[in-house]
């Protein structure tokens, strides 16, 4: 299952270099593509506002 990004995402940018499958684009919030996400948690790890989660 994909992580995703909830819309208090500052854009900030510290989670893209984090992606090893480079599956985050930005924008005024950051998205993250289901079809690539390998679910590795990496981008979560670095959000320093916590808003990456793993998809419900």
């Known amino acids: 299952m994909a992580y995703i990004i909830n819309d208090d995402c500052i854009a900030c ?3 893209i270099d984090e992606c090893p499958t480079a599956s985050i684009t930005e924008g005024e ?3 993250i593509s289901p079809e690539t996400c390998i679910d590795c ?3 979560a790890d670095v ?3 916590g ?3 793993p998809a419900e």
């Open 13 to 15: 940018g510290t989670c």
């Open 29 to 31: 919030i950051y998205v």
């Open 41 to 43: 948690g990496a981008c």
């Open 47 to 49: 959000c320093p506002t």
């Open 51 to 53: 808003v990456i989660a």
